[in-house]
């Protein structure tokens, strides 16, 4: 019953560095998407996906990329990390737009 | 664009006590609104999800209302206990076709 799983659970870059968060669900979910909680800010929207193949941008898209080729898998990107992307990313799924969606645990990631 | 916010932002209370959770949201025109927890250094864990045909939502000791004229909802918890202690945050579509627009939160602690 594993959910929404994200991968790695911590990691810290150098500036520049480029990596993947990954995101993986297996309820066959339709609707994913990408978070970042930041204090005071509250959880932003980065990106979100309807289906395979579909991928759209939210609140503060820049900075990332995503893809879904799959539909259990939706893998979020930092091109070139700066100190602005330390946050705590969450994915989240759901079965339709009008249904509770479920999340990851998160992923803290601190730029240097 | 859609706003929520979410009043107050702390709240410490006596074990026992029944307690509301104000959550306000700008845009009306939602088809549903959410209410989750999350424990410290923990990803989000979903309560209760209020359709817009419906004015509340239960679940044991939770009763979620939604007043999309006014732009409102509550989240009550009757018979507080210390294991409610937690950030309850309240979410609204606005954030991107299928994606939340969250509030800030209310940092709940529960005093034994």
């Known amino acids: 019953n594993a959910g929404v799983t994200q991968t790695p659970k911590f990691q810290v870059l150098k500036t520049g560095q480029s990596m993947t968060l990954q995101c993986a669900q297996d309820?066959?979910?339709?609707?994913m998407s990408w978070y970042r909680q930041d204090p005071g800010m509250g959880l932003r929207l980065i990106h979100y996906?309807?289906?395979?193949?579909?991928?759209d941008q939210g609140e503060v898209p820049n900075g990332y990329n995503v893809s879904r080729s799959t539909t259990e898998d939706f893998p979020l990107r930092l091109l070139s990390a700066a100190p602005s992307q330390t946050s705590v990313y969450f994915c989240?799924?759901?079965?339709?737009?009008?249904?509770?969606?479920?999340f990851g645990d998160g992923t803290r990631l601190s730029i240097l | 664009k859609q706003e929520v916010t979410q009043i107050p932002a702390a709240l410490s209370v006596p074990e026992g006590e029944n307690l509301v959770l104000n959550c306000s949201f700008t845009?009306?025109?939602?088809?549903?609104l959410q209410w989750f927890r999350q424990d410290p250094g923990k990803g989000l864990t979903s309560l209760l999800l209020?359709?817009?045909?419906?004015r509340e939502q239960t679940s044991g000791r939770l009763n979620a209302s939604l007043d999309k004229s006014s732009g409102r909802s509550t989240l009550y918890i009757a018979a507080s206990q210390p294991g409610d202690s937690a950030t309850y945050l309240c979410?609204?579509?606005?954030?991107?076709?299928?994606?939340?627009?969250f509030g800030k939160g209310t940092h709940l602690i529960i005093q034994p």
């Open positions: 989240a799924s759901s079965s339709r737009s009008n249904q509770p969606q479920h």
């Open positions: 309820m066959n979910h339709e609707y």
């Open positions: 996906s309807v289906g395979a193949g579909i991928t």
């Open positions: 845009d009306s025109a939602i088809y549903n």
């Open positions: 209020i359709q817009s045909s419906q």
């Open positions: 979410a609204a579509p606005g954030g991107g076709a299928d994606g939340l627009t």
